[in-house]
């Protein structure tokens, strides 16, 4: 995917999603913060580009809690990939994304939700210290990424999350990847400490 | 940029459906009000920043750390007259033609509001001809509250994974971070403040950090701030004490324009004011002042040897009577300037004594008419100075406002020229031939500004105001900077050319516009231009951008959370004294810097009932080409979070 239509793609999310808000369009809660949903994610990096000509991506593990927020959704997470050098001595990494995010959820049928949100955080890499010196072993960067998928409720408060994820990394040479993921979430209720904080 | 710029305008408009308009803000010197909301919705995380989000003024900066300013052009880059204040007591941290808003002991959360004046300003024992921007703090009212903050950037365009690769690139992209905390408390007939910030800022362009890392022996260059200070407030019976005291110490790569480069440096200030009221009765006082500044630079380890080690101290002192009847308010002071100036190590320097009679007043002829005039006379060093400035408004029920401001300034010849000193007091190396200047007295400065403001509409603020600056006598330097390609740094050959005349102006434009409680829209837009004067005087003001539009989208979903949208254009400029730079270096180093367009994103959100603010701000976000100085940085996309704790105690 270009960088142009990554930006337009975002831009229009963002203007959309400000929109929908402003005008009432979007759940509002009454209580933000008053419920959370922790979710656990299987996660693949599928696309190919010139990075992927240098490291081969392995399976990867995203986890994320979610909220009501005072319009749409808060998140926070994190995601955990490795990249395995494909020609040595040049090193493997594994790479942290740390990530809040704030989207839209939307319920599609009785058990069915979609969600879109956009999230922005810290790309962290971490080298393969066998062949990097100390102080280029971690290196990290700005990274956006826009979130969708969608919830296919089993009971009340679990539900099975199919996931696409599209994320790019503001290095010099921009990083594009693009996941596809697989989980299960739980609903849990906040506890009053927790939204005293919060609110 | 400009194709997207239809795209963008509209935007801004389907976004500010419902808009209320916002009440008109004047200071109490009568300058506009920007409110420590606004500063804080716009994401700035550093005092020196403030200088970004001021619509009237123009800056520039190398470092983006620094900034030379041109208040609504009563200056160009060359010159910084403009004044910066803490509750309206001067510091003096203009160093060698440079002002650093960072070097002031205040921390942003402590700010109330800012003042911004960008006409000539008299009283209270300041004249602030190049513009005055005060930062009034908050004040603790039968309480105390405690703040800490800390907030860090960085910028784009690591190597990241491709370090590792052929397409690897320099890793100079972090920005540094900012600490902070202060106390304040207020009690029935006692209140004071402690404050204590530490700022580190790395240069995140590969030519800066070559440049200043070599002639500083090779190491990571950065700038590192120390700032301390605390004030005192007692009061009794309507007499009100107040006693600042403050230090900032900045290891800096200071630019110095003899050079044509950054030099390392550490700069310390050392400040006291002590504010005394006494109230006879009601409508009557009188105050009492005395101030000392101490500002100098301390040498630093650098591969040219040079021995900066500068320092100036002004002792100010001074008494104010006010008295205010029905329609009347009027005040008047005598004011002692002594500056001392020279080096530390040689003990050469020299010593100036300024005497400044001023008064200043106001009468109201009816409710909505008011005139107004400050009268100032300078004496010193076998010299005279006069200062006036007159002062019309109208103002009427509705809430449209008109003032006519004035000025006509004849300065006195020694209290700006602190280069010309400098150079006549043992700085050889500067190679100035002053002697075109010695016996100018033709120096006279006048100012017309003309404001009008209201409602348009039910929801809808304007703002139209037009400027005129005449300069006559001034001193302009003729820099001729070249290239070392030995350090890829620069030198320069420097003259003085006196300016028989010349003159500028221009227009600003704001509208604010707010349908309901959770969206606001700001425009603003300003054109400006040299309007005569010879070819060298207008080659100067071509430093400073001809064409700036602003525009600031603001959805606040409540009190907790707040997104806001900025948008900036700054039309193209020419900096002429580069042009040798540019031939000599090709591409490299432009003599002409091209307009750009930039758009920040901020996100800010509150949390444990106020007591926890974050924010989390993109700079930049559509990562244009953005540059403020030939040699200085290019600035890409940018970002910067915040945490900041406060609480009463």
Do not use: A, K, T
């Given at each position: 995917m270009s960088a142009r239509i990554m930006t337009t793609i975002i831009g229009a999310f963002f203007w959309v999603g400000l929109f929908l808000c402003e005008t009432g369009q979007t759940k509002e809660p009454d209580c933000p913060f008053d419920s959370l949903r922790v979710a656990v994610n299987y996660t693949n990096n599928f696309n190919r580009n010139i990075h992927h000509d240098f490291w081969k991506p392995e399976a990867g593990l995203e986890t994320g809690l979610a909220t009501d927020f005072y319009s749409g959704i808060l998140e926070i997470g994190g995601t955990w990939v490795k990249y395995s050098a494909r020609q040595k001595p040049r090193p493997d990494y594994q790479s942290l994304y740390l990530f809040v995010g704030w989207g839209l959820e939307k319920k599609v049928m009785t058990k069915l939700r979609g969600n879109l949100s956009l999230r922005v955080g810290d790309h962290l890499m971490i080298f393969?210290?066998?062949?990097?010196e100390p102080e280029g072993r971690v290196e990290s960067e700005l990274a956006v990424e826009l979130a969708g998928g969608v919830s296919l409720y089993l009971s009340r408060q679990t539900a099975l999350e199919i996931s696409g994820r599209y994320r790019r990394v503001y290095t010099r040479h921009r990083l594009e990847l693009a996941f596809f993921g697989l989980g299960i979430s739980r609903s849990l209720a906040a506890p009053g400490w927790l939204k005293g904080i919060l609110r | 940029m400009m194709r997207r710029l239809p795209s963008i305008i509209f935007l801004f408009f389907i976004m500010a459906v419902g808009l209320k308009a916002r009440d008109y803000q004047i200071g109490p010197a009568g300058g506009r009000i920007i409110s420590s909301q606004e500063i804080r919705e716009a994401g700035i995380t550093r005092l020196g920043d403030l200088i970004q989000i001021i619509e009237e003024w123009d800056s520039a900066s190398l470092d983006g750390y620094n900034w030379i300013v041109s208040p609504s052009g009563l200056d160009h880059f060359q010159h910084q007259r403009w004044q910066a204040a803490v509750d309206g007591r001067v510091f003096d941290i203009n160093l060698m033609g440079i002002n650093s808003l960072a070097r002031l002991p205040v921390n942003l959360n402590q700010v109330d509001y800012i003042e911004i004046i960008s006409e000539p300003y008299l009283g209270e024992g300041l004249w602030a001809e190049g513009g005055l921007l005060n930062i009034v703090t908050r004040k603790a009212d039968s309480c105390s509250r405690l703040s800490m903050s800390l907030s860090a950037g960085n910028e784009t365009g690591d190597p990241g994974p491709y370090r590792y690769t052929e397409l690897a690139s320099p890793n100079v992209d972090r920005i540094g971070w900012t600490g902070g905390a202060d106390y304040t408390f207020g009690l029935k007939n006692i209140g004071g403040r402690l404050v204590v910030r530490e700022e580190v800022n790395y240069p995140t362009d590969q030519n800066l950090y070559f440049r200043n890392g070599r002639i500083a022996g090779n190491y990571y260059p950065r700038q590192d701030l120390i700032a301390l200070g605390g004030s005192l407030d007692l009061g009794r019976g309507g007499d009100a004490t107040r006693i600042m005291v403050g230090h900032s110490r900045l290891d800096d790569f200071f630019f110095l324009p003899e050079y044509g480069r950054e030099v390392p440096t550490r700069l310390n200030l050392y400040y006291l004011d002590i504010h005394h009221v006494r109230k006879f009765r009601e409508g009557l006082s009188l105050g009492l002042f005395l101030a000392y500044n101490d500002n100098g630079t301390l040498k630093a380890s650098n591969t040219l040897d040079l021995d900066f080690k500068w320092r100036t101290r002004r002792w100010r002192g001074g008494l104010e009577i006010q008295g205010s009847g029905e329609k009347l308010k009027g005040k008047a002071g005598l004011v002692f300037t002594k500056d001392n100036w020279g080096d530390r190590g040689d003990g050469n320097g020299g010593e100036l004594i300024i005497a400044d009679l001023y008064t200043d007043w106001k009468y109201r002829f009816s409710e909505a008419f008011s005139q107004g005039f400050s009268f100032g006379l300078s004496m010193g060093d076998s010299d005279n100075g006069l200062k006036f400035i007159g002062r019309t408004s109208w103002q009427n029920r509705a809430g449209y406002f008109m003032r006519l401001v004035g000025s006509y300034v004849t300065p006195l010849w020694a209290e700006e020229n602190r280069l010309w000193y400098w150079s006549r007091?043992?700085?050889?190396?500067?190679?100035?031939?002053?002697?075109?200047?010695?016996?100018?007295?033709k120096r006279r400065r006048n100012t017309i500004d003309l404001t009008a403001a209201g409602p348009l509409a039910n929801n809808l603020e304007f703002e139209i105001a037009g400027f005129y600056r005449n300069f006559r006598g001034e001193f302009y330097q003729d820099r001729v900077y070249y290239f070392i390609a030995d350090d890829s740094s620069f030198g320069a050959d420097i003259s003085f050319q006196t300016i028989d005349k010349g003159s500028f102006g221009g227009i600003r434009l704001r509208l604010d516009w707010r349908l309901n409680s959770k969206l606001g829209l700001g425009l603003s837009g300003k054109r400006q231009e040299v309007l005569g004067g010879d070819s060298f005087y207008k080659a100067t003001w071509r430093n400073i951008p001809e064409t700036e539009l602003k525009g600031r989208l603001c959805w606040r979903t409540n009190d907790n959370f707040v997104l806001n949208l900025s948008a900036t254009y700054l039309g193209d400029r020419y900096w002429r004294e580069y042009l040798r730079v540019e031939e000599a270096t090709g591409d490299r180093f432009h003599a002409g810097l091209n307009e750009f367009w930039n758009i920040d994103l901020t996100a800010q959100i509150y949390f444990w009932s106020k007591k926890i603010r974050t924010v989390l701000a993109f700079k930049n976000i559509l990562n244009s080409?953005?540059?403020?100085?030939?040699?200085?940085a290019e600035f890409d996309l940018s970002y910067f979070a915040l945490l900041e704790f406060s609480t009463t105690l």
């Open positions: 393969d210290d066998d062949f990097v | 007091n043992g700085f050889d190396f500067l190679n100035m031939d002053d002697s075109p200047f010695l016996h100018n007295d080409d953005i540059q403020y100085h030939p040699i200085g």
